[in-house]
Structures are given as C-alpha cells and as structure tokens.
C-alpha cells in the first residue's frame, strides 16, 4: 500500500510538470499576435514620413517674388502689361497706313507691323491670365486722349499722346508718310527701351525671347524708317 500511494504521488507530480509545460508552451505560442500592431505602428511612421517629405502647395513661390513653377518675376508682369498697350497703338497707327499713306514702303512697313505685334499682343495677353495678372483694357490704344497714355503719364516710353494719334489721323499723302515714320521712330525706340529692361531684369524664358526680338526687329525697322525719312 505504500507502494502504491508513492507511485500515486510521483504520478501526480510528473501530471503537474507536464502540464507546465504546456501552458509554457502556449504562452509562447501567443506572442506573434501583438506584432500586428507593433507592424501597424511602424507602418504609420513610415507613412507619416512619407507625407511629411511630399512638397508642399507652397513650395512653388520661391523667395523675391519669383515664381517657382513657371519662372517669371514681376519684371515679366511689368513688361507684358506695358507692352501689349504699346504694341496695340503701333497697330492703331498703322491701321491708319493702309488708307492714308502715299508711299508704298511706309504702307508695306505698317502691314509687317501689324503682323508682327498683333500676334504678340495675343501671346503677351495668355501669359498675364496664366499667371492670374490683369491684361490691359483693349480700348488703350491711345486712339482716345486718356490719362496716364502721353509722354508725361505712361509707364511705357514712346507712347504717342492721344492728340498725336489725332493729327496723325488727320494727314494723307506725304504729309502722313513723314509723320507716321517719325511717330513710329519715336515708338520703336521706346519699346526698344523696355524690351532691354525686360532682357536685363526678366526671368520668364518666353518674355525674355520676345524681348531680344523686339530689339532685333524694331532696330532694323527704325533703321529702315531713316532710309525713308532721307528719300522725302
């Protein structure tokens, strides 16, 4: 009988270790489950990292006023928004060649003019609503007498004062060709002025294009313009 209860005891115990083990085991075995959020966690640092190295709206505008994107300055802005009213008055002005002037030089210059600057007009006015700017009211032609479009007001030298346009309207024949070749002289050299500001201190690439080839065009024009005046 004692026998018997010692291997009774001894069974009893080797239960017990056995059953230690098992839960050992099992409380092993249930550890992976928290590694989901552990991988979560990680997960969402990786994302927040993410969201925090992607560029910003802002980021566009660099410092100075330039503009990061599209690369212009507030020297494109100036020099588009003085130009297309002047080109629009050299175009105003050689309307005017067509059925006043005599001379079929003067009425060959205007048209070429007028092919050139009209296209311009259109270019310069896209890039003014592209970049959210305001595009000059068409009417500045400087057909009408308007303040801030003569010699003393206008940001944009070589702009004929609304009297000049007027006399020049009144003229044919000669008389015509002479003014209008020393009216356009006048204008040529001053969007010659402006076109140089716009090489020296733009920063648009398409602006600083147009700009060399104002200089280019409207130099050779005037040039041409003192052949004629000499021929008078």
Known sequence: MAFSRSLIRRT???AAAAAAVVLAACGSSSEPSSSPSS???HSGHDMGAMTSGSPSAGGSMAQGGHNAQDGHNAQDVSFAQGMIPHHRQAVAMADL???RAKSPQVKDLAAKIEQAQDPEIDTMSG???SWG????DAGMSGME???GMDHSGSSMPGMMSGDDMSKLKALSGDAFDKAFLHMMI???RGAIESAKAEQAKGAY????????SIVTSQSAEITAMIRMLGKQ
């Open 145 to 147: 007498s308007m303040p």
């Open 205 to 212: 690439g398409a602006a600083k294009t147009m700009a060399t």
């Open 12 to 14: 009893a115990a080797l």
């Open 127 to 129: 890039w003014l609503r």
């Open 97 to 99: 060649a067509a059925s």
């Open 133 to 136: 700017e305001n595009v000059p």
């Open 39 to 41: 991988s979560s966690g």
């Open 186 to 188: 006048g204008h040529h």
